[in-house]
């Protein structure tokens, strides 16, 4: 849509989802090689299918997808109403944040499941105030 980004319009709110989405993908590949390095052993949490390498897998992948979804948030070209945008930003951070948290716990509690919510509404919201903040 902008042949040169220098023309994209400033959008100081999503500085602090840029930052954090690469943040994110730079923990996703650190945690990738931290769970790598045991992933070679049949019984490593439980084996592949066992609840707690299900669940450590979730988080690096939430920490990953939920980093790319911030960082195209950022650079979005699409205005979005004052208030909606502060929402939206807010609540995809907590979401983008909260997600792995409660992964990794959840691997290790299993209890830690029902915090699952936190994140998970966060996330709704924040696509919600996208889209209706939106303008036309």
């Not at 930003?89 to 299993?110: D, E, K, N, Y």
Request: proline content about 5%.
């Amino acid at each position: 849509m902008f042949a040169n980004l220098s023309q994209r319009p400033v959008v100081p709110v999503r500085y602090l989802n840029w930052y954090s989405g690469w943040t994110l993908l730079l923990l996703a590949f650190a945690s990738g090689i931290l769970i790598g390095l045991f992933f070679h052993s049949e019984s490593f949490l439980g084996g592949y299918t066992s609840f707690p390498r299900r669940m450590l897998r979730l988080g690096h992948i939430a920490l990953a997808a939920l980093g790319m979804l911030n960082l195209i948030f950022s650079i979005a070209p699409v205005s979005l109403d004052g208030r909606c945008e502060r929402l939206a930003s807010t609540l995809l951070l907590i979401g983008a944040i909260t997600m792995p948290i409660v992964c990794f716990a959840t691997a290790r509690w299993a209890s830690a499941r029902f915090l699952f919510p936190v994140p998970v509404t966060a996330l709704i919201l924040s696509v919600i105030f996208i889209l209706l903040g939106t303008k036309t």
